[in-house]
Nanobody, 115 residues
Framework: QVQLVESGGGLVQAGGSLRLSCAAS????????MGWYRQAPGKRRDLVAT???????NYADSVKGRFTISRDNAKNTVFLQMNSLKPEDTVVYYC?????????WGQGTQVTVSS
């Protein structure tokens, strides 16, 4: 089992920045991929960015050039630096960790971007 705890969400004006953090605990040695998804009310949960243990990254087209995912393997933590935020980035962001065939999720953190 893997437990994920997110932090760093909040309210920011359009054009501003936020940094999300997600700390993993439990069976952390089995984690390969960590990442972030986001979900608006009534919509599906969509990929934002992922990062492998080796540092390979993948981004949704909508955030390329604005968001940066990074990982501190020693602290079992993944980060999402979000710059040039837009009102349409206003959703709940979920941290995820993949261990074998299992995916684990954090509780979600709200990001609100005011126009």
């Amino acid at each position: 089992q893997v437990q994920l705890v997110e932090s760093g969400g909040g309210l920011v004006q359009a054009g501003g920045s936020l940094r999300l953090s997600c700390a993993a605990s439990g069976s952390i040695d089995s984690i390969n991929i960590m990442g972030w998804y986001r979900q608006a009310p009534g919509k599906r949960r969509d990929l934002v960015a992922t990062i492998t243990k080796g540092g390979s990254t993948n981004y949704a087209d909508s955030v390329k050039g604005r968001f940066t995912i990074s990982r501190d393997n020693a602290k079992n933590t993944v980060f999402l630096q979000m710059n040039s935020l837009k009102p349409e980035d206003t959703v709940v962001y979920y941290c995820t960790a993949k261990s074998g065939l299992d995916m684990y999720w954090g509780q979600g953190t709200q990001v609100t971007v005011s126009s």
